[in-house]
């Protein structure tokens, strides 16, 4: 349950911006607000008040609930008042944090974790009867059992030094594919407090594989670090050879050679430099390149430390920009945050000096035989920008965000470096309006023409 009431505080603003009045949108947003705040490790006085205000602007909106008649109990029935004994407690959240730190220190995870491994478990491997001793019969072969596993692994340890360390449970099938893409010496993982399984750490593994011997491991490196960002690519493209031209068409970019021709004129006259996005394109739609063939990811994993605790890292995510396949009909392409200037940091800058783009595409390019090519360890990205709007939504507190076009009405698109993107690029997600339910979700994505942006936290 603590996973979709996540879920739901992340997306329900956005998917119910303008299928409620606005009282009732300001109440949940408040509300919201609210939960995000108290749930930070860090909390100083400044964010106290914030606490309060969020807290004090709910209760005046929240007749608004009442009065549209959504605020119901058990089988529909509509409650008029507000007697909850949580929303009660809130009153004194501020003071406990005064008096006692913040609530994280507090959580009942593990115990509520605890309880799932060492009582309900071994409850369904017996026949219901005598539960106690059953019990207790069940943890002290499990006991046995995790000590075997512990030796045999530290004599596995001892016969072969080299190993760093190995996954012991499986991530998500996406990530997986790229973990098993790496040798098994190679392989890194931590865990943290809390997390019930080992996460993959890419910052270690482009630790190990930049002090490797040249041609021990394949070049360029798939994993790399920008920041406090760790980016991985799995060895294998998805797309080995293919020319501009071919990808252009598979993706729906006839403006790819192009875009491509006018980066490599930026490179030339600006050296190494942050890539605005935007703007007329000057090169041909026939440009000469210094390369004919590419290879294609489809997918690429992030993975960042948390912003309050660099040290600890998060589980890597997948960012996605797949051609059109089934059930993507129109493509699967995930927005991201780019830096568009220097001098300007995700999130302490928020969106000042950044924007919001889709990935469409993920290439390498490779050098025609016997030419010397600059861009040999290098890897592009094509995005299409998002125009976003000046002020926040005075509702909902989102950003709304159209598509940017062309005087010619097409897509605005750039091609920039993969290590461009902001340390902070999966922090965003985009909701269409509620007015398009009727829009299937893997063709929405290019369908919709005016979405939100919501932080994720």
Not at 69 to 94: A, R
Not at 138 to 164: E, H, I, M, Q, W
Not at 288 to 308: N, S
Not at 384 to 413: V, Y
């Amino acid at each position: 349950m603590g996973h979709c009431h996540r879920d739901v505080q992340q997306s329900i603003i956005a998917v119910s911006a303008d299928a409620a009045p606005p009282g009732v949108i300001v109440a949940v947003h408040t509300l919201m607000h609210f939960n995000y705040l108290v749930q930070s490790p860090c909390i100083d006085d400044k964010d106290l008040g914030r606490i309060a205000a969020a807290l004090d602007e709910f209760h005046v909106n929240k007749q608004s609930i009442i009065a549209t008649g959504v605020h119901q109990g058990k089988g529909g029935k509509t409650i008029d008042n507000w007697q909850i004994p949580k929303l009660e407690l809130m009153q004194s959240i501020v003071t406990s944090i005064r008096n006692s730190g913040v609530i994280a220190q507090w959580s009942a995870d593990v115990t509520e974790h605890a309880h799932v491994t060492e009582v309900k478990d071994p409850v369904r491997s017996s026949n219901n009867n005598n539960y106690d001793p059953q019990i207790c019969h069940y943890l002290d072969r499990a006991n046995k059992c995790n000590r075997f596993d512990l030796a045999t692994s530290l004599l596995d340890r001892c016969d072969n030094p080299g190993v760093v360390g190995e996954e012991s449970a499986e991530e998500d099938d996406e990530l997986d594919d790229d973990a098993n893409g790496f040798p098994a010496e190679l392989l890194s993982s931590s865990r943290s407090p809390g997390q019930p399984r080992p996460i993959t750490d890419y910052f270690s593994i482009t630790k190990i594989l930049q002090v490797k011997k040249v041609g021990s491991v394949p070049f360029p490196l798939h994993s790399f670090v920008v920041g406090r960002t760790a980016l991985n690519l799995a060895y294998d493209p998805s797309i080995k050879h293919a020319t501009v031209d071919e990808i252009a068409i598979m993706f729906g970019l006839p403006d790819l050679r192009p875009a491509i021709a006018d980066f490599l004129h930026c490179e030339v006259t600006y050296g190494n430099h942050i890539h605005s996005i935007g703007g007329p394109r000057r090169a041909a739609h026939g440009a000469e390149l210094p390369f004919d063939k590419v290879q294609v990811w489809f997918k690429i994993c992030l993975q960042e430390t948390e912003f309050h605790n660099p040290c600890n890292i998060r589980r890597a995510q997948t960012l996605n920009c797949a051609p059109p396949s089934d059930p993507w009909t129109l493509g699967r392409y995930d927005p991201v945050i780019i830096q568009t200037s220097s001098g300007h940091s995700w999130p302490a800058s928020s969106l000042s000096g950044h924007s919001i783009v889709q990935i469409r595409l993920v290439i390498q390019p490779l050098g025609r035989s016997g030419t010397r090519w600059a861009w040999d360890d290098q890897y592009l990205t094509y995005v299409q920008q998002f125009d976003i709007s000046s002020e926040r939504d005075p509702t909902t507190q989102l950003h709304t965000l159209k598509r940017a076009k062309c005087s010619d009405g097409t897509q605005m698109g750039n091609i920039i470096p993969v290590s461009q993107r902001a340390p902070s690029v999966t922090n965003s997600v985009l909701y269409g309006s509620p007015n398009l339910h009727n829009i299937p979700y893997k063709t929405g994505q290019r369908t919709m023409g005016r979405c939100y942006v919501y932080p994720r936290c």
